[in-house]
């Protein structure tokens, strides 16, 4: 690939969101200072409530995330596991609780949290991770129960959890000694579903042949609506890149140069290794298009009333990607094969994600069935790179697309 064709692929809002990253993280460790507050919330956990308090919501995962693409995960983990804790623990949480001690990773660790919101819908990890931190920082943890949901929604689960949405709404009111504003939480409420919205067309324009960006820049873009969900800010951001993917398009810009193969990645990102796996499959003409992670943050939108976002929040919350059956899961993958034309699928086995990765032999099996198409499993952890082997890997990966091209022809 010659400069000037890498150049032109280079999308341009990149320098946007890191300059937007970089003020988000300022604005947090300069908080006291302003007599503002800071909740750290699991990735999954409904901020919008935060975000109409003026509080500001920390996202230890996505922490975890820089400190990974930082290839600083191994250090802070192997300090977590000299503090005692099991090599076995999600490196995400390995990774905070040990940079809560040093001091460490990219940014000098997190601003202090005023209180902690732990979501179980992604994990029960969380529940003993944020229970460590609140001790640590003797803090108040308010955790937000949602049943997994493995053949549906019911009335009990739905009344479970939206008495749940009251009381944090009480909690949040006591530790900021403020009322709950509901005006401005419709307020936000709209602001996270039109964020939603846009994120979903974002990701959507990778159906388009050849795909304007890949699931790498995905990964890369998803730190929005992650953190600053609920706001003007992620919604303006998401306008100038869905525009940008749009224009994209319109001049024929790949992310992938000669893009023959098209994929679906499964899991988290391999956060110390995303240049070489994009540079690996790039090399064989093949561009990750869509996964199943980022797209998360918007599988949720069906259950969300925009003019009732308090009442509707319960479910969505709830009936998100990692809170459902296997069966269901395997659907939604299917839908994805379906609308993005995949010609195979790569599963990442992240020894750190249980409850991402439990499921994904019965997951591969309902794909080789019913999709025909080829699936890769690799095995890696998202922040801990002893758990990846590059030639191990690497054999795989080509291997793989060996199949990939032998069935395309
Ligand atoms: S186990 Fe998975 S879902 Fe839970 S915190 Fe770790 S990466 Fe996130």
Same mark, same amino acid.
């Given at each position: 690939m010659s400069d000037t064709l890498s150049d032109k692929r280079k999308i341009k809002c990149a320098k946007k969101m890191r300059d937007i990253m970089t003020t988000y993280y300022l604005d947090a460790m300069t908080a006291e200072q302003n007599s503002k507050q800071v909740a750290w919330?699991?990735?999954?956990? $409904?901020?919008?409530?935060?975000?109409?308090?003026?509080?500001? $919501?920390?996202?230890?995962?996505? %922490?975890?995330?820089?400190?990974?693409?930082?290839?600083?995960?191994?250090?802070?983990?192997? @300090?977590?596991?000299?503090?005692?804790?099991?090599?076995?623990?999600?490196?995400?949480?390995?990774?905070?609780?040990?940079?809560?001690?040093?001091?460490?990773?990219?940014?000098?660790?997190?601003?202090?949290?005023?209180?902690?919101?732990?979501?179980?819908?992604?994990?029960?990890t969380v529940l003993k991770w944020?229970?460590?931190?609140?001790?640590?920082?003797?803090?108040?943890?308010?955790?937000?129960?949602?049943?997994?949901? %493995?053949?549906?929604?019911? $009335?009990?689960?739905?009344?479970?959890?939206?008495? /749940?949405?009251?009381?944090?709404?009480?909690?949040?009111?006591?530790?900021? @000694?403020?009322?709950?504003? %509901?005006? @401005?939480?419709?307020?936000?409420?709209?602001?996270?579903?039109?964020?939603?919205?846009?994120?979903?067309?974002?990701?959507?324009t990778t159906a388009h042949k050849p795909s304007p960006m890949s699931a790498f820049d995905a990964f890369f873009f998803l730190a929005l609506i992650v953190t600053l969900r609920g706001t003007q800010v992620?919604?303006?951001?998401? @306008?100038?890149?869905?525009?940008?993917?749009? /224009?994209?398009?319109?001049?024929?810009?790949?992310?992938?140069?000669?893009?023959?193969?098209?994929?679906l990645w499964d899991n988290l990102p391999v956060w110390y290794r995303l240049k070489w796996l994009s540079t690996k499959f790039s090399d064989h003409n093949a561009c990750l298009v869509a996964d199943t992670y980022t797209s998360a943050w918007c599988s949720a939108l069906n259950y969300i009333d925009e003019d009732n976002f308090i009442d509707s929040m319960a479910e969505a919350y709830t009936r998100i990607y990692l809170n459902i059956g296997v069966d269901q899961m395997a659907d939604q993958v299917l839908d994805m094969i379906k609308f993005y034309d995949v010609n195979g699928f790569v599963m990442h086995s992240n020894r750190s994600c249980k409850p991402y990765s439990f499921g994904q032999m019965n997951i591969m099996k309902i794909i080789r069935e019913k999709a025909g198409i080829p699936v890769l499993m690799i095995e890696a952890d998202m922040v801990d790179p002893r758990n990846f082997s590059k030639s191990q890997v690497e054999t795989r990966i080509d291997a793989f697309m060996e199949i990939v091209k032998q069935r395309k022809a």
């Open positions: 919330i699991t990735s999954g956990g $409904p901020v919008e409530p935060l975000v109409a308090m003026d509080i500001i $919501p920390i996202y230890p995962e996505n %922490h975890g995330a820089m400190i990974g693409a930082s290839k600083m995960g191994e250090d802070l983990c192997i @300090k977590a596991e000299d503090m005692g804790y099991s090599s076995d623990l999600c490196s995400y949480a390995r990774s905070d609780i040990s940079c809560s001690i040093v001091k460490g990773g990219p940014i000098g660790g997190l601003p202090k949290p005023d209180m902690l919101i732990c979501c179980n819908n992604i994990c029960g944020y229970e460590i931190q609140a001790r640590l920082y003797n803090v108040p943890l308010f955790i937000l129960d949602t049943p997994v949901c %493995h053949t549906g929604y019911s $009335p009990e689960i739905a009344r479970y959890v939206r008495a /749940q949405i009251d009381e944090y709404i009480t909690f949040l009111e006591k530790v900021t @000694k403020k009322k709950f504003d %509901h005006d @401005k939480m419709n307020r936000v409420g709209r602001l996270a579903f039109e964020g939603q919205q846009l994120w979903r067309k974002i990701l959507n992620a919604v303006d951001f998401y @306008k100038d890149l869905l525009k940008e993917m749009e /224009q994209r398009i319109e001049d024929g810009i790949s992310m992938v140069p000669n893009e023959t193969y098209r994929l």
